[in-house]
Structures are given as C-alpha cells and as structure tokens.
C-alpha cells in the first residue's frame, strides 16, 4: 500500500495535536506500508517535501491555504491512498483525489462548526474553511473520527456523512517518549519552587483550550498551590489581552505563586513539567479528544478536566483523574461559567490536598496509555480504515 499524508504541520514545526498525531503515526505507518509520502507546510525539513504559504502574496490566509493546497496537490506522486489531516489540507485531498482518482480519507481533529469563535481570527476566511472541510467529508471516501463522541459532532454538523463511512481510530502516546522524568533542571530554570503542589497547563491561549477559565479557577486554589502555565500562540490579540488582564490579576494575588512561559518548551522539557506536577489541568470548552491529557497520563500525573468531547474517553473519572461538568451551550451564562469555575477550582484543591490519591490516578493514568493508547495499534487501524476506503471508492467507480 502507498499512501500520501497531507498535513499543515509536521516536525519540527508543531503547534497543535493534529501535528503530534501526524508525527507519531507516520513513522508507525512506514513500518507497515510500501510507501508513506509525506507533504506539510512551511519551511523545508528532512522527512517531507513542504509548501509555503505565500501565494497569492498578500492574500487572506485562508486563500493563500488553498493555493499551498494546488501545489501540494500537484506533487503527490502515485499512491493507492490520500490522508488529509485538517482543513488546511483537505483541498489539497480534494483535487489529489480527483487528479489520481483514488481514495480520499480525512481525519477529524476538530470541526469547524463547532469552533465558531474562530471568525475572531480569521474573518472571512472561517467561511472558507468551513466550506473546505464541508466539501472533503462530503468527498471522502472515509472520515476518521479520534473518539467515539466525535461521531455525533460529525453527524450533527455534516449529516450527508453515512455512518458507515466514519471510523473511529483515537489518538495516541509514545509511552516511551512520555514517561516519568523526575529531574528538576527545567522547574529550577523557570524558577518554579519545588516545595508546593505544582498544577500544570500547556497549550495555546484560544477559546477552545478553556484557559480563561483555568486562570480564574486559579484564585480559589489553596494558598500554596503553585500554577505553571505552559501557553502562547494566542489567536487574536483580544484574546490575549483578555488573558494577560486576567494573569495580571491571579499574578497580584498570588505572588511568587503564578508563572507563565510564554515560548514553546521542548517536549523533553514538558515530560519534566508535567511529571513534576501534582495535578495536570485541562479546562478546554471543545476537546475531540485531548492528546495534553494522554502526554500528562503518561508522565503519571492526576488529571483535571473538563468532561466535553472526547476527554471522558481518555480520563477515566475518579481513577485517573477527576471530571468536571461543562456545558457548551451555556457559555453565554456568567453564573453557570463562573459555577463551573468554582467546581474545576474544587476538584483540584480536592487532588493538591490529598497527594497520595493523586499519584495513585497518575499511576493508573500511565497504565490506560500503555494498555489503550499505542500508537502501533492505532497505525494497524488507520491502515484497516485505508483498505475501507479504497473498496468503497472502487465500488462507486464500478457503479
């Protein structure tokens, strides 16, 4: 079997989980297939051929996609299946598809329909990128969804999408990669004192990360709670100065007691952080699965999570972490957010407070990664999913 996997981002350039999953299942794909033909965006890099997005120059963003997208297209070499991870992509494997006439399969990191406040960033151009991804699930001849609850979102936003042509393959974790690492070099580096529960985040400051919320939960942890927050990449300037008030405020409080890194941490140095962490928080408002909970698990931290998407999937409540209720449609809702606040502030203080019950889920936590989540498997059934799509698209050209 050759396959082409289209992507935006691609090692070493990461930002997101849709980068992560595409680097740990193509080298788990290669030991499995004939041929794994790799095209990203940006700079060149060893490991695939990469695309700059600079055409039409000046362009809205979402224009100079699609144009990266033609020249993506027009360099797949022969293959018995296109990949396309993403919106950024999916054009790409639209007229890839076409050109070769072969198979078309796209895996559903996220949703645009559920991602509306991402017209804040990219204006007119979500409305492009909606229609891009409308168009490729109509298109493909497999969707993958990376949890079971991703199903009813695609359903739900896409329902010219039969169900028989949506595959669940979860994300992964390299265990190896993500495992206990107890050394202190990073937290002293940062000045992060080592002497206090640590509870950690890491991720972009977007709406859908639920950071906002984190932050503010943050003033009604104990006092000896330290937070280590892991973020940058904000999406709009209002969203940063959004949270850089709020940091400000918590910072006030709890001096000596709040640190924010800004820059992207290598992943050696996140293993550190997250390890040394009591309890690792993820507050997002829309999570199709969560790969930051997974990479948590694996160093054995506790986790403290939102209950949206596909993160009850991965954190088992009261055994591998604590969930907390969250209602999308109710964001609008000043009490009910701020309630929801409150009870993520609880649970923590409930994991700080009883440091032997933490390391316990961390201990279960690690397990479920080695046990559920290896990415072996999951190349095994991205190929079961490949062989799918190829006979379902030889069975409507036969037709």
């Given at each position: ?8 981002e ?12 595409v ?37 809205n ?19 018995d ?12 494997g639209i007229?890839g ?7 078309l ?12 406040w ?148 290598p992943r ?21 699965l ?22 009850p ?54 397990q ?32």
């Amino acid at each position: 079997m050759r396959v082409s996997i289209l992507t935006r981002e691609y090692p070493p350039t990461i930002y997101g989980g849709a980068g992560v999953h595409v680097a740990q299942l193509v080298p788990q794909l290669a030991r499995i297939t004939d041929l794994v033909d790799v095209s990203c965006m940006g700079e060149p890099r060893d490991g695939a051929r990469a695309f700059p997005e600079t055409f039409p120059e000046g362009a809205n963003g979402a224009l100079r996609t699609l144009g990266t997208d033609v020249a993506m297209a027009a360099a797949i070499p022969e293959v018995d299946v296109i990949h396309a991870h993403t919106w950024y992509a999916q054009f790409a494997g639209i007229i890839g598809g076409q050109l070769q006439d072969v198979p078309l399969v796209v895996t559903a990191h996220s949703l645009e329909p559920d991602r509306p406040w991402k017209v804040e960033q990219l204006g007119g151009g979500y409305r492009v990128s909606s229609w891009i991804e409308r168009t490729a699930f109509a298109e493909a001849d497999a969707v993958i969804a990376v949890s079971e609850a991703m199903i009813t979102n695609i359903t739900n936003a896409y329902p010219e999408v039969e169900r028989d042509r949506i595959h669940v393959v979860k994300n992964g974790i390299d265990t190896d990669e993500f495992s206990p690492d107890h050394g202190t070099d990073v937290l002293e580096r940062l000045g992060v004192p080592l002497d206090q529960p640590i509870v950690a985040f890491v991720g972009r400051i977007t709406r859908q990360k639920g950071l906002i919320h984190l932050v503010r939960a943050a003033r009604m942890l104990d006092p000896d709670t330290t937070i280590l927050l892991l973020a940058g990449a904000p999406d709009t300037p209002e969203i940063a100065a959004e949270f850089k008030a709020e940091f400000a405020t918590l910072n006030a409080e709890r001096p000596g007691r709040v640190f924010w890194v800004e820059e992207m941490l290598p992943r050696a140095d996140v293993r550190q952080v997250n390890t040394a962490a009591t309890v690792f928080a993820c507050p997002s408002i829309y999570e199709p699965l969560g790969i930051v909970n997974l990479e948590a698990m694996a160093c054995e931290t506790a986790v403290v999570a939102s209950a949206v998407g596909g993160i009850p999937e991965v954190v088992v409540d009261g055994t591998t972490g604590l969930l907390v209720p969250y209602d999308p449609a109710r964001a609008g809702d000043a009490a009910y957010v701020a309630d929801f606040e409150a009870q993520f502030a609880a649970r923590i203080n409930e994991l700080t407070r009883d440091p032997e019950r933490a390391a316990a889920m961390g201990k279960a936590g690690r397990q479920r990664c080695i046990d559920e989540f290896s990415w072996a498997k999951i190349a095994e059934e991205t190929v079961e999913v490949y062989e799918a799509a190829i006979a379902r698209h030889r069975a409507r050209r036969d037709a």
